[in-house]
């Protein structure tokens, strides 16, 4: 067997192996525990957060041309290592290299919008508001922020929060998912490659201790968080009620309502890939397709059909089009839900638990799993796995009821051919992100991205325009210049 190698955390711009305490990384086509990853207490992270707090002064001082400059050269770095963190990522994550490939792409967009700093920290000024007085308006940094990341997207969603805050002029904490902490790492060597000054991004490895510390540290003066529901809720509540500035990020289940207009053959297609890529471990993954009137049958025979077709295996293999789960636990949990479903009254079209592979890999076949109702575990619970759930519902009105019924308000798309029903689709809707014809809309960079109702704690969307709502805060600054023979005391509430 291969020697482990061990990853540790990257604080002030130098590599550091950590305690004793340590967790297993995974191949996930192999199963095999490839790698130890420290994992950080108390202690670390204070330390980790003790040096972004003495590299804070310095960094919010550097002028934006400098900073911005910082930002253009992460791009061309990352255009450079595109492929070498996609192989990465696969290796940890298990996603095919092709999907890895197109995340690091993705978070390129969020470094893209970073770089435009100097339009985005502008700030407002109105002269003679009285009598030789005049107001302007800042935008400063908040000081150390603490970015606590999931494994689905171990390099882009890193991106999406760091660009904007060091470019905002904090300095950063990031605590990656212990499952697949390589990637941010190698993002951190290349921030410091591109000019980062050391200090301004360390990142933590760990788990449950490691983030309990970043939320209670006094220091830290805001939390950015993406996961599940039950954790981005408890974040939320544990770190606002210190002060901090929180926007943590929970779960979804994202319905694809398609029209008896739609055309099918498209509708079918986009419902495999936004169900099925990435194995599903997307928390904007398509995981309940809503088939209004007479489009049901005529869809699942489409959807059945293509899915006999996809070649699932390790995602290093160019021919792979899905690769495994990241755990063995999570693909018993994924075949829980497809086992309950039958009991539960649904019909399994496709079962993804019968598909045999090779190898100790995390590999699970996909399901398809028809007549699906509220109040059954296989719609209700967040899967976060290969499994496409449909509801049959006679009508437009009856699908946006179901939609807007849920708990979750992640992302939703709509498939019709009538731009009418688009836009009222588009204003009835109660969820954050919406696609018509398009089965994942996830934002590009320059708008920001967040659902609504349980997928959001906090008022903030995260990357793009709302980011450096986030990550900064406004000073008002009244002037006057008076002329000295012309002062004089007075007791009354200063209006001109």
Known sequence: ??????????????HEPGGERVGPVFNPATGEHTTDVALAGADDVRRAVQVAADAFPGWRRTPLTKRADVMFRMRHLLTEHQDEIARIITSEHGKVVSDAAGEVARGLEN??????????????????????????QVRQPLGVVACITPFNFPAMVPLWMVSSA???GNTVVLKPSERDPSAALRLAELFTEAGLPPGVLNVVNGDKEAVDALLDDPTVQAVSFVGSTPVAASIYER???????????????????????????????????????SAGERCMA?????????????????????????????GTDPASEIGPLITAHARERVASYVAGATDEGATVVVDGREQEFDGDGFFIGVSLVDQVKPGMKVYDDEIFGPVLSVVRVPSYDEAVALVNANDHANGVAVFTRDGMTAREFELDIEVGMVGVNVPIPVPVGAYSFGGWKR????????????????YTRRKVVTTRWPDPSDSQINLGFPTH
């Not at 067997?1 to 130098?14: K, L, P, W």
């Not at 309940?288 to 390790?314: K, N, Q, T, W």
């Not at 997928?455 to 986030?470: I, K, N």
């Open 1 to 14: 067997m291969a020697q482990r190698t061990r990853v540790g955390h990257y604080i002030g711009g130098q």
């Open 111 to 136: 470094v893209e919008f970073a770089t435009g700093l100097m339009s985005h920290l502008k700030g407002d000024h109105s002269q003679q508001v009285a009598s030789g007085v005049d107001v302007h």
């Open 166 to 168: 060091i470019a905002a």
């Open 239 to 277: 770190a606002a009620a210190t002060g901090k500035r929180v926007q943590a990020l929970g779960g979804a289940k994202n319905h694809m309502v398609v029209m008896p207009d739609a055309d099918l053959d498209s509708a079918a297609d986009a419902a495999v890939s936004a169900a099925y890529g």
């Open 286 to 314: 398509v995981s309940v397709l809503v088939a209004v009137g007479e489009v049901a049958d005529p869809l699942v025979e489409r959807i059945a059909d293509r899915v006999g077709r996809l070649r699932i295996g390790d």
């Open 455 to 470: 997928s959001l704690f906090g008022d903030t969307h995260v990357y793009g325009p709302e980011s450096f709502d986030f």
